[in-house]
């Protein structure tokens, strides 16, 4: 079946505007998840959605990005007044309670963000 | 702030040796995980051992995990020029305990022909 699909592929903007990034889960995955991964480095858990529980906000790293998750499906991480340093490759993934109750969690291709 | 500490951070072997990535991490988990990342492209998950296991197979792959020293371990038998990759750890919670996974920061693997 389909996996977890992102878009864009690539996104280059200027530095202060705001960027949408986009996430469709797994059909039937009722867990969806944003990290990001800088060049060379492991990947930054940002935010998670439960079903319709409050989401885990946690490692969002500054009030200019925020996520919302639509449906109980598709995902939308938006961040405000973009900077430099937000340039990174975002990813999403889903993963489903049949997983025996541990998290397995499939991976979409990444949006690359380049801030000028 | 990662949780794990990956060793090596990079590995260049010859295809047909073992290859054997270590992992670190530093709270209570109840699983360990394992992903591969081709050239930047999105994970694919490898291997799942639960904190109650001590040891998991799966085709080539071999992992170890020691929670009294918050460690674990993969080996990749018998190389291929196809595994060439970079590996990382990432530490789990039940699923209905929170989602997140901590990865660590990557062992980048290189299987020379």
């Known amino acids: 079946g389909a996996g977890v699909s992102q878009s864009p592929s690539n996104k280059v903007t200027e530095k202060g505007k705001d960027v949408e990034l986009r996430c469709d889960p797994i059909s039937g995955h009722t867990a969806l998840y944003w990290y990001r991964q800088s060049l060379g480095q492991g990947l930054e858990f940002l935010i998670y959605f439960q079903g319709n529980s409050a989401p885990d906000k946690s490692g969002l790293p500054s009030d200019r990005f925020s996520a919302e998750r639509t449906g109980g499906s598709v995902s939308t991480l938006t961040i405000q007044r973009t900077q430099q340093e937000d340039s990174a490759v975002y990813f999403c993934a889903s993963s489903s309670p049949t997983s025996g109750g541990y998290n397995e969690q499939f991976f979409g291709p990444g949006t690359r963000l380049t801030v000028l | 702030s990662q949780q794990g500490e990956e060793d090596p951070q990079a590995l260049s072997i010859q295809e047909g040796e073992n290859a054997t990535m270590n992992c670190s991490y530093k709270?209570?988990?109840?699983?360990l995980q394992w992903y591969r990342q081709n050239s930047g492209r999105g994970l694919v998950h490898l291997i799942l051992i639960r904190s109650n296991e001590r040891e998991k197979h799966s085709g080539r792959l071999r992992v170890t995990l020691d929670t009294s020293k918050k460690s674990s371990s993969l080996l990749i038998t018998a190389s291929r020029a196809a595994d060439t990759a970079s590996y990382f750890c990432a530490t789990g919670l039940f699923y209905n305990q929170g989602g997140k996974l901590i990865f660590g920061q990557g062992t980048e693997l290189s299987v020379k022909p």
């Open positions: 709270t209570s988990i109840n699983n």
